[in-house]
Every structure is written in structure tokens, then in C-alpha cells.
């Protein structure tokens, strides 16, 4: 393995800026290095490191989101903490000349929570005046900014029984968002300001990864722990609360997937513990599974001779043993946690896309070739 | 009106016993109905003993259920039928196969049975094997994570 490839040890989330000419990205740790993409957003080897780095977090970054039109960058923790960063000018004097300079500095702004658990996701809405942040306390916080105290409240939803793992905000509909949690249920709200949110419920077979709306919002998917991912229609009915059960259930061959990707209204990526992408694709009106994007199997590695066996009883290496390690030839080496689209069309599809993973490496995939090459 | 009234308040242990005789008696048809075509038609017989798999929680009737299962999968030992017969299956059914596997490589009742000639665990094994390579890993993820499995 080398790791000199993987830009980190390991990462656990990442985010472009709007016209994808930086990103953030959290190397596993309470820290968030901010990059520069030099015009490359699909090749991680020529980002260059910026010297600004978002510190303020004491426990791992579980998310980070950056609003593409406000450029301001969120970001949630397992410290119960979550924190909104605008760019500001700073003037600050130069050691070696003695001048003022001025350079541009991430400022957090504080975002009270009111909540008692780790903080799992956080997604800025499409219009970026609201963000939502799904909790381990079981609450789904809606958070709105408060001019006079000059920080951002949240307004917590607790309908759920367990951890909100995932959120997604409707892409066109104001302020109707989805989100999931270990309870196996999917709650569609609708924030309103003074209003509780009424909401929907959608039973699952297992714990809630993800869920993505489709481009045209209508309809979703969720992908579950369970190796499956179902797409409902989505039909929203605020006035009364019901149960919906009438998803399209697609079981998947591989292991479970923890992030999907819309790339258009027929095709999904889903990426997760299998260590490549996999695609999903609609066949008249149900959904099948179609493949994987990258088809490296795992290798055994090679066996010693049984004289060598004997000696190793004796000899230094004792510990050291090779055996059996297969060593993976798909691009990734580990699972994959976080998944970006870096190109679009001009129907808003996503044409390129970028993924990161346990393994610290970033992959860039390109749509139209992984349709041509995948198979069943 | 009266006999209604006491007949629809059924204590919930009640409930759970006659959801299970329901069970059982579903099981014995199905028994029936894959001897039927044990003989005759493998497929019909796997499909016809994977249908409808018992809900309760009851272990005593998801063994018997799995016996069902058991008879056929021990009649058809060649692989190169295993993988017909599995192909034939579709994804829900393959997975509900899955769960049975595992079932049946429990064989705790037969332990307390003493009645050995009714496992063969390496061909439960081939069964595994094959069916892994066709549905994939994320059967068995599905067999784990399922909280009503057969």
C-alpha cells in the first residue's frame, strides 16, 4: 500500500466551495485544513494547503457543508457543537518587515444547539438562510439566525427515537426537509416560523444511512444498513400525518451503502462500504441495480513456502506475519464516507464527481464513462 | 352480542399462541405440498418450500419452518443443480434462502433430537457457497439485519 498516494491517514468529510476552487476537508480529527484546488478539483495531488484552519472544535467533525452563493462554511461535531464561518479580512502585522498586512481569516459565529449529544450531519438549506442539524439527542435542529444576540438558535424537532443521521433539504419547495435516523424512519417536515412542524413518516427495514431527493424533488431515496436502498414518491401532505409505506425496494449484492448521489432523476451513486461507488439505475418504473463503478477485486497475497514457515519459528519476524493480507486493487483502499459532484451540465446533472474516504484518498469518477463501462 | 365481545378481548398471550398454531398449520401444508414435488419438479419444490416464511418469534416454529426448507435443499447435493435451482429463484426469495441457511446450520434441535442423519452440514455449506457468489454479500447483511427473520 502506498500511502504516500492519500493526501491523510484518513478523512471523515469534505466540502467545494461553490465554483469548486477550494475545500474544506477534516483529516479524522477536530480540525478543518482548507485547500486550495488550483483550477483541479478532480486531482487531489495539486491542491495546495492554505494556511487557514477552522480549530474551534474539540472532538471529531462528523460534517461540514459550504454554502455555494454566501460562501460560508458550517460545520457540526461530536462535541455538541456546531459553528457558521464567514471569511473575513484581517489586518495583522508581518513579523518580518514589520507592515500591516491584510489576509483573509475564517470567523466562527456560535450556534446554540440546545442539545446534549454528538451532532451527526448538518446541510445548509437551498436558500442558505436555515441550516438543519441532526443530532444523537434525537432532535433535528432547525437553526435560523438571531440578529440581536448575533449567533444562530436552533428550533429542535424531537420526533424521532433515536440518532438523525442524515438530513436533506427539498431542492425546490421552501423549507421542506427529510430526515433519517437509527429508528428505521424517514420524518419530512415542513419549517415554518411559528408553526410546530407537521410532519410525514415513512417506515424502513433497517437504520437510515441517507437520504437524497431527486433533482426534480419528486420523489427520494434512502439507503439503508441493511444492503437496500428504497425510492418513495414523494407526495407531501402536511395537513395530515400519516404513514407511507410504498417504496421501491432495491436489495444490493454488495455491502450496505452510507451516502447516494443523485446524479440525475434516473441514475443513483451510492458509496459506502463496499470500496467502490455503485450505480442504480431506473428501468421503466422500477429502480435496478446496474453495478460497480470500479471493478479491482481483493488479491490474496502470496503464499509462503512451507520451508520459510518453519524457519519464521525461529527467526526474527516472528510477529510480523503477511499472510493472507489481500491488498485491494480498486482505487479506494478503504470504505467510503463523503461524496461531492465537482461538474454539471447545463441541465444541472452531474456530469464529474468526487469521492473521499477512510483510506485519506480522494477519486474523481466521470459519469458518462462509468455508464459505458458498467455492467451487471 | 355477548360471545362477540368475549371473543374480539384476547389477552396478548393468546394472541401470540394462536398466531402460532396459525404458524404451524401453514408449515404442515407447506410440508404436504413440497413432498408433492420433491419427486417430480426441484424448482417448484424449493420455491413452494420458501413461500410465506412463519412471522412469529417462536424458535420451536421457525425450526419446523426451516425442516421444510431442509428437505429439499438435502435432496439436491450436485453443484451444478444447486446453481440452477438458485438462479431460478428470484432476489427476495434468494434472500429469504439465506435466512433459511443459517436456520438450519443451527441444529440445535436435532442435538437435543439426537437425530443426525437429518444434517449434513457440508451440504449446507455448498447451498452457502454458491448462493454467496450469486446474491452477493449483501444477502447475508440483509439476514443480519433483518429483525423478523425466518
Given at each position: 500500500m502506498n500511502k504516500k498516494e492519500a493526501l491523510y491517514p484518513s478523512i471523515s468529510c469534505f466540502a467545494f466551495n461553490g465554483d469548486n476552487s477550494r475545500v474544506a476537508i477534516c483529516p479524522n480529527n477536530s480540525t478543518v485544513h482548507i485547500y486550495d484546488?488550483?483550477?483541479?478539483?478532480?486531482?487531489?495531488?495539486?491542491?495546495?494547503?492554505?494556511?487557514?484552519?477552522?480549530?474551534?472544535?474539540?472532538?471529531?467533525?462528523?460534517?461540514i457543508d459550504w454554502a455555494p452563493k454566501t460562501n460560508r462554511i458550517l460545520t457540526c461535531s461530536q462535541?455538541?457543537?456546531?459553528?457558521?464561518?464567514?471569511?473575513?479580512?484581517?489586518?495583522?502585522?508581518?513579523?518580518?518587515?514589520?507592515?500591516?498586512?491584510?489576509?483573509?481569516?475564517?470567523?466562527?459565529?456560535?450556534v446554540v444547539l440546545k442539545t446534549n449529544r454528538a451532532a451527526a450531519v448538518c446541510k445548509?438549506?437551498?436558500?442558505?438562510?436555515?441550516?438543519?442539524?441532526?443530532?444523537?439527542?434525537?432532535?433535528?435542529?432547525?437553526?435560523?439566525?438571531?440578529?440581536?444576540?448575533?449567533?444562530?438558535?436552533?428550533?429542535?424537532?424531537?420526533?424521532?427515537?433515536s440518532t438523525v443521521t442524515c438530513c436533506d433539504w427539498h431542492p425546490t419547495n421552501e423549507k421542506e426537509i427529510l430526515a433519517g435516523g437509527t429508528d428505521s424512519r424517514v420524518r419530512g417536515f415542513q419549517c415554518q416560523k411559528k408553526k410546530q412542524p407537521c410532519g410525514l413518516k415513512y417506515n424502513t427495514s433497517g437504520w437510515v444511512l441517507d437520504v437524497k431527493f431527486s433533482p426534480s424533488g419528486s420523489f427520494?431515496?434512502?439507503?439503508?444498513?441493511?444492503?437496500?436502498?428504497?425510492?418513495?414518491?414523494?407526495?407531501?401532505?402536511?395537513?395530515?400525518t400519516h404513514e407511507e409505506n410504498n417504496g421501491v425496494e432495491i436489495p444490493l449484492p454488495t455491502l450496505p451503502c452510507t451516502q447516494l448521489l443523485f446524479v440525475r432523476d434516473d441514475l443513483i451513486v451510492g458509496i459506502g462500504h463496499e470500496y467502490s461507488?455503485?450505480?442504480?439505475?431506473?428501468?421503466?418504473?422500477?429502480w435496478e441495480y446496474v453495478g460497480r463503478c470500479d471493478r479491482g477485486q481483493l488479491t490474496k497475497a502470496k503464499s509462503t513456502s512451507s520451508v520459510r514457515n518453519a524457519f519464521k519459528k525461529f527467526g526474527a519476524n516472528k510477529g510480523k506475519s503477511t499472510e493472507g493480507k489481500g491488498i485491494a486493487a480498486t482505487r479506494h483502499k478503504a470504505a467510503i464516507n463523503s461524496v461531492?459532484?465537482?461538474?454539471?451540465?447545463?441541465?444541472?446533472?452531474?456530469?464529474?464527481?468526487?469521492?473521499?474516504?477512510?483510506?485519506?484518498?480522494?477519486?474523481?469518477?466521470?459519469?458518462?464513462?462509468?455508464?459505458?463501462?458498467?455492467?451487471? | 352480542?355477548?360471545?362477540?365481545?368475549?371473543?374480539?378481548?384476547?389477552?396478548?398471550?393468546?394472541?401470540?399462541?394462536?398466531?402460532?398454531?396459525?404458524?404451524?398449520?401453514?408449515?404442515?401444508?407447506?410440508?404436504?405440498?413440497?413432498?408433492?414435488?420433491?419427486?417430480?419438479?426441484?424448482?417448484?419444490a424449493l420455491k413452494a418450500s420458501l413461500e410465506d416464511p412463519p412471522?412469529?418469534?417462536?424458535?420451536?416454529?421457525?425450526?419446523?419452518?426451516?425442516?421444510?426448507?431442509?428437505?429439499?435443499?438435502?435432496?439436491?447435493?450436485?453443484?451444478?443443480?444447486?446453481?440452477?435451482?438458485?438462479?431460478?429463484?428470484?432476489?427476495?426469495?434468494?434472500?429469504?434462502?439465506?435466512?433459511?441457511?443459517?436456520?438450519?446450520m443451527e441444529a440445535a434441535h436435532i442435538i437435543t433430537n439426537n437425530d443426525w442423519k437429518q444434517y449434513n452440514s457440508a451440504i449446507l455449506f455448498r447451498w452457502h457457497a454458491t448462493l454467496l457468489s450469486i446474491a452477493g454479500v449483501g444477502s447475508i447483511v440483509r439476514t443480519i439485519s433483518n429483525k423478523k427473520s425466518a
Open positions: 484546488t488550483c483550477g483541479k478539483p478532480e486531482d487531489y495531488k495539486a491542491w495546495k494547503k492554505t494556511d487557514q484552519e477552522l480549530l474551534e472544535h474539540d472532538l471529531l467533525v462528523s460534517s462535541d455538541i457543537n456546531a459553528y457558521v464561518w464567514c471569511e473575513e479580512e484581517e489586518e495583522y502585522k508581518d513579523k518580518a518587515t514589520g507592515d500591516m498586512k491584510k489576509r483573509m481569516v475564517w470567523n466562527q459565529k456560535l445548509w438549506s437551498p436558500d442558505e438562510s436555515v441550516f438543519a442539524v441532526g443530532t444523537a439527542a434525537t432532535e433535528l435542529g432547525i437553526c435560523t439566525f438571531d440578529k440581536t444576540n448575533d449567533w444562530w438558535s436552533a428550533k429542535n424537532i424531537r420526533k424521532f427515537a427520494f431515496a434512502v439507503t439503508l444498513q441493511s444492503s437496500t436502498i428504497v425510492v418513495y414518491p414523494y407526495t407531501p401532505d402536511f395537513e395530515n461507488p455503485i450505480l442504480i439505475k431506473k428501468s421503466g418504473d422500477s461531492r459532484p465537482t461538474e454539471r451540465d447545463s441541465n444541472n446533472n452531474i456530469v464529474k464527481f468526487v469521492t473521499g474516504g477512510v483510506d485519506g484518498r480522494f477519486c474523481s469518477w466521470d459519469v458518462s464513462s462509468l455508464e459505458k463501462d458498467v455492467e451487471m | 352480542e355477548k360471545k362477540k365481545k368475549t371473543l374480539n378481548i384476547m389477552s396478548s398471550v393468546e394472541k401470540k399462541e394462536a398466531a402460532i398454531a396459525e404458524a404451524q398449520q401453514k408449515i404442515e401444508e407447506r410440508k404436504a405440498k413440497v413432498k408433492n414435488l420433491l419427486g417430480s419438479d426441484a424448482l417448484g412471522k412469529v418469534s417462536d424458535l420451536d416454529t421457525k425450526r419446523k419452518s426451516a425442516e421444510v426448507v431442509g428437505e429439499v435443499l438435502y435432496k439436491n447435493t450436485d453443484k451444478d443443480d444447486i446453481e440452477k435451482l438458485i438462479n431460478g429463484l428470484n432476489t427476495k426469495e434468494q434472500d429469504i434462502l439465506m435466512q433459511y441457511l443459517y436456520r438450519s
